[in-house]
């Protein structure tokens, strides 16, 4: 059974009308990330939560934003997507114990296209 | 964060082992040494981690050098469902620094 789950795996908008993607697990891990994954590229890191802690890379546009509003659920939003938004968009889980090291499980991702 | 080097691609045989090597010469000593697969259309899998000791589970092996600057991770009989891009990756253990930043990986291609 997936226990990452990213919902659509295809998603196509307009240049600039607003996009959410989403996540859910069914592992109760209390993190989660969102990745961007262009062509041929590796998986480069937007953000992730801590429990409800944000945490933000250096580099993210301010045109993406995120939601967890609970353990299960996260969002990702693009305010306004451009054509370099199309990518892969990866959601991973882990669970966090003092100094531990635990893996990430990611869902299969969804993949936006922008007309 | 420390960083890793690994070869572009790679090529093996179907049925044969495979050794994918990793550089990480700027490792410190509390980074834990991850491996993760990707295979085409799907999300990264995790495959294997370890610190010091060489270590094995079902999916592969982990050899990891005496110094730690370098590991390579061992698919004993490679399969065709074994193409993936490989990426080694280094984990700090800071308390609340999950991170996990990929480079290019490896790319192996299996031939039937």
């Known amino acids: 059974d997936a226990m990452v789950i990213q919902n659509p795996r295809y998603q196509v908008t307009q240049f600039g009308k607003p996009v959410t993607l989403s996540c859910s697990q069914t592992?109760?891990?209390?993190?989660m990330y969102w990745y961007q994954q262009k062509s041929s590229q590796a998986p480069k890191l937007l953000f992730h939560y801590y429990d409800k802690d944000f945490n933000n890379e250096a580099d993210t546009p301010d045109n993406f934003q995120s939601r967890r509003p609970n353990t299960s659920f996260c969002f990702l939003d693009i305010r306004s997507p451009g054509l370099g938004d199309a990518a892969m968009y990866l959601c991973a889980t882990s669970t966090r114990q003092a100094l531990s090291n635990q893996p990430q499980h990611f869902g299969d991702g969804t993949r936006l296209s922008i007309l | 964060d420390a960083k890793t080097t690994q070869p572009n691609s790679m090529e093996s045989n179907e049925e044969e082992p495979v050794h994918l090597p990793c550089n990480h010469s700027t490792i410190s000593g509390t980074d834990y040494i991850h491996w993760y697969r990707q295979l085409p259309s799907q999300g990264p899998e995790y495959v294997i981690h370890?610190?010091?000791s060489n270590v094995n589970n079902r999916m592969a092996s982990l050899a990891i050098a005496e110094d730690r600057k370098s590991s390579t991770l061992i698919l004993h009989r490679a399969t065709l469902r074994d193409a993936a891009v490989y990426y080694c990756?280094?984990?700090?253990?800071?308390?609340?620094?999950?991170?996990?930043?990929f480079g290019k990986g490896t790319r192996l291609h299996i031939l039937p």
């Open positions: 592992l109760n891990h209390n993190v």
């Open positions: 370890g610190l010091t």
């Open positions: 990756i280094l984990r700090p253990t800071r308390f609340r620094d999950d991170k996990i930043i």
